[in-house]
């Protein structure tokens, strides 16, 4: 009698759990890392643990000099990264400080990619207003930017309507239709999967196909990200993040979103062309090792619907 091998057992859920981790790490693809003036340290830190030409956007800060974004381009350049600057419109005194500016950044970091802004000045500092009269203007086409980011808010704007944020984002692609630049749109960060979801499915609704790049906070102190929140007017989602279960007690733990991801995941076949975009408020060599972490696959899910990365992010 012929002898009877056994089978090992496979638990039920083990497929699922697979197809499930492979569709976090599909989503991860191509993921972007948003800095504030990165120091030489950092960059540093950057170079070791990202893979040649990873985008690094670097935020536009009202308060410092312009230079010092050109010299954190620099670095980022040097480091075989691809730094993609913030343009806060509202900064600059005219057009012709804008176009040097942008000869700078093009000239001495080779950037080609930007993202523009009207600015966190509630007055601004000469004759521009909003992003959208850069883009029309064609002074970035002739500094070579062949791609143009936009913002988006998927948790509404602490200043403007949705109807003056859906005026403007159309408005935006158009003309950047009309003048042949590539177009994407870079989201506010959000605690709340289903916000970012409704909003980009009404993009899809509406024939707007164009790239999003998905913002959430990387692993961050709760008590700093709740600051940050209140500060850029991400009102919404916040207050469901300080409804989350166990909260009160652990305000100065840290906060990572292993859940957000997750479930942008399961969403992500009627989403279109999205990618993660993190910001780093809990340090930027920190975010980027979990991030890293993450694209590689580095993570086990748990059974709160979010993941745990392993090892744990340095």
């Known amino acids: 009698m012929a002898?009877?091998?056994?089978?090992?057992?496979?638990?039920?859920?083990?497929?699922?759990?697979?197809?499930?981790?492979?569709?976090?790490?599909?989503l991860m693809r191509g993921w972007s890392l948003e800095a504030t003036l990165p120091s030489a340290a950092d960059v540093a830190a950057l170079k070791d643990i990202l893979?040649?030409?990873?985008?690094?956007?670097?935020?536009?800060?009202?308060?410092?000099?312009?230079?010092?974004?050109?010299?954190?381009?620099?670095?980022?350049?040097?480091a075989r990264l691809e730094a993609v600057p913030h343009i806060a419109v509202r900064n600059f005194a005219n057009r012709a400080a804008l176009d040097s500016f942008l000869a700078r950044l093009a000239g001495e970091a080779g950037v080609r990619r930007?993202?523009?802004?009207?600015?966190?000045r509630d007055q601004p500092a000469?004759?521009?207003?909003?992003?959208?009269?850069?883009?029309?203007?064609?002074?970035?086409?002739?500094h070579g930017i062949c791609?143009?980011?936009?913002?988006?808010?998927?948790?509404?704007?602490?200043?403007?309507?949705?109807?003056?944020?859906d005026r403007a984002l159309t408005d935006k692609i158009a003309i950047a239709a009309q003048i042949g630049v590539a177009i994407h749109i870079v989201t506010q960060?959000?605690?709340?999967?289903?916000?970012?979801?409704?909003?980009?499915?009404?993009?899809?609704?509406?024939?707007?196909?164009?790239?999003?790049?998905?913002?959430?906070?990387?692993?961050?102190?709760?008590?700093?990200?709740?600051?940050?929140?209140?500060?850029?007017?991400?009102?919404?989602?916040?207050?469901?993040l300080a409804r989350q279960a166990g909260l009160a007690?652990?305000?100065?733990?840290?906060?990572?979103?292993?859940?957000?991801l997750r479930a942008l995941a399961k969403a992500n076949g009627r989403l279109g062309d999205v990618t993660p975009h993190f910001f780093s408020f809990g340090g930027i060599p920190a975010t980027a090792r979990?991030?890293?972490?993450?694209?590689?696959?580095?993570?086990?899910?748990d059974a709160a619907d979010g993941f745990q990365v392993t090892p744990p992010a340095k």
């Open 126 to 142: 000469g004759t521009l207003r909003s992003a959208i009269e850069a883009i029309d203007s064609g002074v970035l086409q002739r």
């Open 147 to 165: 791609g143009i980011g936009i913002a988006g808010y998927p948790d509404g704007h602490p200043r403007l309507s949705q109807q003056d944020l």
């Open 189 to 240: 960060f959000c605690f709340d999967a289903k916000p970012i979801v409704a909003w980009i499915e009404r993009l899809r609704d509406f024939g707007i196909e164009n790239p999003v790049r998905i913002g959430l906070a990387g692993p961050t102190n709760i008590a700093s990200l709740l600051r940050y929140a209140h500060r850029c007017g991400v009102t919404a989602s916040a207050q469901g």
């Open 249 to 260: 007690r652990h305000v100065f733990g840290m906060s990572a979103p292993d859940a957000l």
């Open 114 to 120: 930007v993202l523009v802004i009207s600015g966190d």
């Open 51 to 78: 893979p040649s030409g990873a985008q690094v956007y670097l935020s536009a800060v009202p308060t410092r000099d312009p230079a010092e974004q050109v010299e954190a381009a620099v670095r980022i350049a040097a």
């Open 290 to 301: 979990w991030a890293n972490a993450v694209a590689a696959g580095r993570f086990t899910l």
């Open 3 to 26: 002898m009877m091998l056994a089978s090992a057992k496979v638990p039920a859920d083990a497929a699922p759990a697979a197809d499930e981790k492979h569709g976090i790490v599909d």
